[in-house]
């Protein structure tokens, strides 16, 4: 500690309390001197504190940012070095420098630099800084698509999406950075779109629960549409009972849909074919009144009855017990029959077979 060369300052120094610093606790400090190699700290002890060697390599991205005379925290490492001196510590304060600098690129949406390690299942271990990070599978664009093995040791582009130091927790996105203009109008279509609205779109899934459809949605007066993914339902692809999407539609068909529900949470739409038309049981009974003389097809046939197919949608059931055992019908047969009753509600539609040999007035 340097000598005090005023008798004021002797005086000060004698009602000083000089304290006895404890290893591993943390005190408050002044820097004093600073090298290349070395920073000099008074923590009220007998002697200056000094971070030297890996102590200083550690933080010396930090320590750049010091000045002589600057208040700092530090972490007593070891009271009785070598030659008596009390060592110290900066990692902690250097690496809350490195997590503020993830909470700010995150609070500015920077762009930064990171350096991929390792892949797993999940995604690719980054480091930027000392600092290890992770990019999910789901945060990189299509150019990267099956692609991650290649990153390891290659430097990319990402934003920080989220920040948890006392978790440890750091997650980068890199699409945000490569489909930024995209995202911004899936954004934009997410805030546009609106249930009962109808969109065009190419069909992107085919699942047997269903089709994926990216609707296209526009965000401004320039044309410029945003792309936002939806499931049309099985059940909401006809009025008819569709047993496999596939039947109605391929990957890559150009369809219309209307948005039935958003959910902006997910940034997902639930989508619907057969609500572009009416419900045919709607009017169901101003088609065919009560006793009405239809043809049909046989669409399905059980051990109760036999269905009939008069319209896309619409099916009606010749029971088993207005049947001749001694006339067999299948699955695709022509056949004439007679509007017996009609539930709209239930959307139930009973019918009589009409023989053949009979004259038959169709509709």
């Known amino acids: 500690m340097a000598q005090a060369k005023t008798m004021a300052e002797l005086l000060a120094n004698k009602q000083k309390k000089i304290i006895s610093p404890k290893k591993d606790s ?21 002697t200056e504190g000094l971070i030297v ?10 320590i750049k940012s010091l000045e002589v005379g600057q208040k700092i925290d530090v972490v007593v490492t070891s009271v009785e070095a070598n030659k008596g001196q009390i060592l110290l510590s900066l990692r902690q304060a250097a690496n809350k420098q ?18 991929g390690v ?19 599978s789901s945060q990189f664009g299509k150019d990267y698509l099956g692609q991650l093995n290649k990153l390891r040791g290659e430097t990319i582009k990402v934003k920080t999406i989220e920040v948890d130091h006392e978790k440890n927790r750091l997650i980068f996105s890199e699409k945000y950075v490569s489909e930024e203009k995209e995202l911004a109008q899936k954004n934009a279509a997410m805030k546009a779109v609106q249930p009962g609205a109808i969109y065009e779109g190419v069909v992107s899934g085919l699942m047997p629960f269903g089709l994926f459809v990216t609707a296209e949605v526009p965000v401004n007066d320039k044309g410029e549409v945003g792309l936002v993914e ?10 008819e009972k569709v047993t496999h999407p596939g039947n109605y539609h391929k990957l890559g068909d150009r369809i219309k849909v209307k948005v039935l529900e958003v959910d902006p949470a997910n940034e997902k739409l639930n989508l619907s074919i057969k ?13 065919y009144p009560i006793g009405s003389v239809v043809s049909g097809t046989v669409s399905r046939v059980e ?7 008069v319209e896309t949608g619409v099916d009606g059931l010749i029971h088993s017990s207005k049947l001749d055992g001694e006339q067999k019908l299948a699955k695709g047969d022509k056949v004439s029959v007679n509007v ?24």
């Open 340 to 363: 017996e009753s009609i539930d709209k509600e239930n959307k139930r539609m009973s019918l009589t077979l009409i023989s053949n040999e009979l004259p038959i007035d169709y509709k």
């Open 26 to 46: 943390q005190v408050s400090g002044v820097i004093v001197a600073k090298t290349d190699k070395s920073l000099m700290v008074d923590i009220g002890a007998k």
């Open 230 to 239: 939806g499931l049309v339902h099985i059940s909401e692809i006809s009025w």
């Open 303 to 309: 051990q109760f009855g036999v269905f009939v197919n």
């Open 98 to 115: 490195k997590w503020d600098f993830f909470y700010d690129a995150l609070k500015e949406n920077k762009i930064i630099e990171v350096k």
């Open 275 to 287: 609500q572009l038309s009416d419900d045919p049981w709607l009017t169901i009974d101003q088609r």
């Open 118 to 136: 390792e892949t797993n299942k999940g995604g690719l271990i980054v480091v930027v800084n000392g600092i290890r990070g992770f990019v999910p």
């Open 53 to 62: 060697g890996k102590e200083y390599d550690v933080a010396k991205d930090y």
